[in-house]
């Protein structure tokens, strides 16, 4: 089982940026495809980006393709999501999820796919 430590959320301005980050341990991690979802109050979790496993295959949801990249570091268990360009519609709970991959190029983009996740960091964007 993969342990999982989102950090980095906060409150910014619209325009602004932050920079999440998600530790894991347990497991490991250089054949784990990860991936971030997002919870606004009153509104169903939804996909935001995903990673494979080998780092080279990511996907975004449309609403933060362009402004939100997706990257990791295998040798420090950790992956990162630069989030530039914020908008307050941004505002929500975001969440680090992961699964074992059956592929270096696999990611997945809904939720049921992932076993695992973290608690939740909060990212606030005032207009």
């Known amino acids: 089982q993969v342990q999982l430590v989102e950090s980095g959320g906060g409150l910014v301005q619209a325009g602004g940026s932050l920079r999440l980050s998600c530790a894991a341990s347990?497991?490991?991690?250089?054949?784990?495809?990860m991936g971030w979802f997002r919870q606004a109050p009153g509104k169903e979790r939804e996909f935001v980006a995903a990673?494979?496993?080998?780092?080279?295959?990511?996907a975004y949801a449309d609403s933060v393709d362009g402004r939100f990249t997706l990257s990791r570091d295998n040798a420090k268990n950790t992956v990162y999501l630069q989030m530039n360009s914020l908008k307050p519609e941004d505002t929500a709970n975001y969440y680090c999820a992961a699964v074992a991959a059956s592929g270096r190029g696999t990611y997945y983009t809904y939720e049921a796919a992932y076993d695992c996740w973290g608690q939740g960091t909060q990212v606030t964007v005032s207009s």
């Open positions: 347990g497991r490991t991690f250089a054949k784990i495809a």
């Open positions: 990673i494979s496993w080998g780092g080279g295959s990511t």
